[in-house]
């Protein structure tokens, strides 16, 4: 075998080993993992009650459930976000924040696959919308809006 045929050979080895670890990596910088800095606590507070795949708010508003973690860094820049829609729309929409690396349940109740994801329920609970990934406020309020909610 000439030494052309054993780089081919090497290389087909390789790369694949070489993307499955930049897809890790990327995974793990992308949901914080390295990260060690905290949400200030009680910035989100969990008002819902949680009953099969919904979350409905005890006063039946619209919800919008936020799945993240206190270390992921998409996360804390939604924090923010949250705590200002919370004060703003307290009485027209619901926010209800689960941290899914100290309580995995609602990741799986939800069937989310990365952090952070926002799910907009209508007041029945029934999903209306999901995304994955930082949301402006701006963003937010213009999806309610799509959703015919006009706060």
């Given at each position: 075998m000439?030494?052309?045929?054993?780089?081919?050979?090497?290389?087909?080895?390789?790369?694949?080993?070489?993307?499955s670890v930049l897809f890790v990596l990327t995974v793990v910088v992308v949901t914080g993992l390295l990260s060690v800095s905290v949400i200030p606590h009680?910035?989100?507070?969990d008002n819902g009650i949680s009953s099969g795949n919904t979350a409905v708010a005890a006063d039946s508003l619209p919800?919008?459930?936020?799945?993240?973690?206190?270390?992921?860094?998409?996360?804390?820049?939604m924090a923010p976000?949250?705590?200002e829609l919370k004060k703003e729309?307290?009485?027209?929409?619901?926010?209800?924040?689960?941290?899914?690396?100290?309580?995995?349940?609602?990741?799986?109740?939800y069937r989310i696959h990365g952090i952070p994801t926002q799910i907009f329920l209508d007041e029945t609970g029934k999903e209306l919308y999901r995304h994955a990934g930082?949301?402006?406020?701006?963003q937010i309020l213009n999806k309610w809006k799509e959703l015919g909610y006009d706060f």
């Open positions: 000439n030494v052309e045929s054993r780089n081919r050979i090497n290389s087909s080895r390789i790369f694949p080993v070489i993307r009680g910035v989100v507070l919800v919008l459930v936020d799945l993240g973690a206190d270390r992921c860094v998409p996360c804390k820049m976000v949250l705590e729309y307290k009485e027209k929409f619901d926010i209800v924040f689960y941290d899914v690396w100290k309580d995995p349940a609602p990741a799986e109740k930082y949301f402006s406020k701006e």
